[in-house]
């Protein structure tokens, strides 16, 4: 069934959005990350124009992050406080990158950065995580059930010390707010909610326990990609609703499936697959810069991007 | 003296140039995009009008419908440090968004260069591009049709106008799905042996309909509002889907 799109104007078949929706709502549901790193380049495939997709794909973020967070409230898997504090950082980091953004977009750049910035992330990430849980993997066969976090490095020695019960932690706000306003930062630029960034430094840099990353990590990405659709449909009208609809009626429903399959899982299994997938996508991306495009050359209406 | 003379001069080209003329039409003058739209094909027929004799020499038909123009900036990527990023760009200062020309025979027996360049017929004489800063310049405009033309949205249709009996001609156009909005201008040209006898031009209005519009005139005119309905649709859709799944599990 073929349905034409208002903003992006183009007619594209609804299943294949309905499908699209599903896949990275059960993704988001189960590793806590917006989707945003799959389903943009997703609906480039489909044939959506980039400003659109990457615009359209942050409200769909937040509606299946919504229907994450409830799902991780109802199991009191969400460190509010630490939400919020993360969050505070969050809205002055991706002020900044907006105008980083716009710097970018006017020497015609922003497609490279936002592809390097895809490849260097994830890959790093990906592989960080990967050799970590597999250890993690290793070591509970060996018979302990759970790795042990290390409880004191240099992030407990800043000042300005605040408890975050669910989490039970007792640290500084710096280090979340500093977290938070880099995360912000790489959303604005790279068009995502960041979860792929946020959950890993919520594990490895504050220490906070891998059930309780997700959904704080979902409480955060929320707001950070509300703010983002507003500032899309504002600056540049490239929200696309009737494509929105159709993401999130798969993508919700997908979330609250992605929720149940996580809950099965280990915390390190479910690390290996996030990984995993965080390495595929990356590869595809290093793909497109590293090999000689077939077609050499872009159209891109004046003014943008 | 000198004025008299050109009014001469005029009246005498007059009645050459009109000694054929084209009366068109369209299977319809307006197209609309709802919510189902996927392309459209619109008929376009016609029939020449004279009072003379035929002349001498085969009459050809050419038609081009054109969507609104609008500036483009086409880029190239080059391998630089090892990975292939944008290094050259030319603005193109007006380009339609559509661009479709059909003619009744080859394109040499249809119409001359000369003409061409006159009446900018052809998909590259329709693009405008002043920027020439950079050498190579027609790469980047054959870039231009060749991603459009791969696209749907240019199209050249060689013999598709069937011409019958020297008097009527008929032809039809596909529309991709992925259509502008705005004004499409239908233009026919008559020629014999290369040359333009007569030209008509018409157009077909392209509009979004419905809930299409709705949403479209809402994110351009009152784009807050826009976001913010956007934004509560997301924020009641994840909670539906939340509550619905909590209904059904227990």
Redesign the interface.
């Known amino acids: 069934?073929?349905?034409?799109l208002?903003?992006a104007?183009?007619?594209v078949n609804a299943f294949l959005l309905l499908g699209i929706g599903g896949i990275v709502g059960v993704l988001s549901g189960m590793f806590g990350v917006g989707g945003g790193f799959l389903i943009t380049p997703l609906l480039f495939f489909a044939g959506i124009p980039p400003a659109v997709a990457v615009a359209t794909s942050a409200?769909?973020i937040?509606?299946?992050?919504?229907?994450?967070v409830?799902?991780h409230l109802?199991r009191r898997t969400v460190d509010i406080r630490m939400g919020l504090v993360l969050l505070a950082g969050g809205l002055v980091g991706s002020a900044l990158g907006v105008q980083v953004f716009n710097m970018l977009r006017a020497i015609?750049?922003i497609?490279?950065v936002v592809r390097?910035s895809y490849v260097v992330f994830l890959g790093t990430i990906g592989a960080l995580m990967f050799v970590e849980s597999l250890n993690a993997i290793r070591k509970s066969r060996g018979g302990r059930a759970r790795p042990a976090r290390k409880k004191h490095n240099w992030v407990h020695n800043l000042p300005v010390k605040m408890k975050f019960r669910t989490s039970g932690l007792f640290i500084s706000v710096i280090p979340p707010v500093v977290v938070g306003m880099l995360v912000g930062v790489l959303a604005a630029i790279m068009g995502v909610g960041g979860g792929f960034i946020m959950v890993p430094a919520m594990i490895y840099l504050l220490g906070m326990p891998t059930k309780v990353v997700i959904g704080t990590s979902l409480l955060q990405i929320i707001f950070v990609t509300?703010f983002t659709?507003?500032l899309?449909?504002?600056t540049n009208?490239t929200?696309d609703?009737?494509l929105?609809?159709l993401l999130?009626?798969g993508g919700?429903?997908g979330?609250?499936i992605g929720t149940r399959i996580g809950a099965r899982l280990k915390a390190e299994q479910l690390r290996v697959l996030l990984a995993l997938l965080v390495l595929i996508v990356c590869a595809r991306l290093a793909m497109?810069?590293?090999?000689?495009?077939t077609?050499?050359?872009?159209?891109?209406?004046?003014g943008a991007g | 003296m000198m004025w008299r003379a050109l009014i001469f001069f005029l009246f005498a080209a007059l009645p050459a140039e009109a000694e054929e003329q084209v009366v068109a039409g369209l299977s319809q003058t307006r197209i609309s995009?709802?919510?189902?739209?996927?392309?459209s094909q619109i008929l376009i027929f016609g029939a020449v009008k004279r009072e003379s004799p035929i002349p001498a020499g085969p009459l050809q038909v050419v038609i081009t419908v054109a969507g609104p123009s609008?500036?483009?900036?086409?880029?190239?990527?080059?391998?630089q440090y090892?990975?292939?990023?944008?290094t050259a760009?030319v603005?193109v200062d007006a380009a339609p968004s559509f661009y479709a020309v059909s003619t009744s025979a080859l394109w040499n027996d249809s119409i001359s260069d000369t003409e061409d360049l006159r009446h900018k017929i052809s998909i590259l004489r329709a693009i405008r591009s002043v920027g020439a800063s950079i050498p190579g310049t027609e790469n980047?405009t054959d870039?231009?049709i060749?991603?459009?033309t791969g696209n749907g949205l240019y199209q050249t249709n060689i013999g598709t106008v069937k011409v019958d009996q020297e008097t009527l001609f008929d032809t039809a156009v596909t529309l991709p799905?992925?259509?502008?909005?705005g004004s499409y201008t239908v233009r026919f040209y008559l020629t014999r042996g290369g040359r333009v006898i007569d030209s008509y031009q018409k157009e077909i209005a392209v509009r979004?309909v419905g809930?299409?519009?709705f949403?479209?005139k809402l994110?351009?005119d009152q784009?807050?509002s826009?976001?913010?309905?956007?934004?509560s649709?997301?924020?009641f859709?994840?909670?539906?889907?939340?509550?619905a799944?909590?209904l059904i599990r227990n």
């Open positions: 069934m073929q349905i034409y208002p903003i104007e183009v007619s409200n769909q937040v509606a299946s992050s919504i229907s994450g409830l799902a109802r015609g750049q497609d490279l390097l509300g659709t507003l899309h449909a504002t009208q929200v609703m009737v929105a609809i999130l009626v919700v429903v979330a609250q497109d810069l590293l090999f000689q495009p077609e050499l050359y872009s159209l891109a209406p004046v | 995009i709802s919510t189902n739209f996927d392309g609008e500036p483009v900036v086409v880029r190239r990527k080059s391998k090892g990975i292939w990023i944008n760009q603005d980047f870039a231009l060749r991603i459009r799905s992925n259509l502008r909005e979004k809930l299409e519009r949403l479209f994110a351009h784009s807050l826009y976001g913010i309905l956007a934004l649709i997301a924020v859709a994840g909670w539906g889907a939340s509550a799944f909590r």
